[in-house]
């Protein structure tokens, strides 16, 4: 019912910024839980930002550094990454869920294919 494609990510080197986008189709972002995930290789998948009617949420570790943002009209997600670090570097997904926003994985039933984000030291 609700398709997520991710867009954005590259390579950067730290202390960079990189703009992520989630276009999402099937349904209104307006009224959905919407969120950011991050998997580096050998790690488990982690929270990293979400946006919802309820406010927003992020993991301590981008506090201050990532904004996560919507655009209603656009029906699209944004994750605004700044002053990068090499420990920023995975694979980042967009995800949603029927439902107020979530720091939980198991929360959200709706994800995309992922974009690769590389911070060079």
């Known amino acids: 019912q609700v398709q997520l494609v991710e867009s954005g990510g590259g390579l950067v080197q730290a202390g960079g910024s990189l703009r992520l986008s989630c276009a999402a189709s099937?349904?209104?972002?307006?009224?959905?839980?919407m969120a950011w995930f991050r998997q580096a290789p050998g790690k488990e998948r982690e929270f990293v930002a979400a946006i919802s009617w309820t406010g927003t949420s992020y993991t301590d570790s981008v506090k201050g550094r990532f904004f996560i943002s919507r655009d209603n009209a656009k029906n699209t997600v944004h994750l605004q990454m700044n002053s990068l670090k090499p420990e920023d570097t995975a694979l980042y997904y967009c995800?949603?869920?029927?439902?107020?926003?979530?720091?939980?994985?198991?929360?959200?039933?709706?994800w995309g294919q992922g974009t690769q984000v590389t911070v060079s030291s």
């Open positions: 099937g349904r209104s972002i307006s009224n959905l839980g």
């Open positions: 995800a949603a869920r029927f439902g107020r926003h979530s720091t939980r994985r198991n929360e959200y039933a709706y």
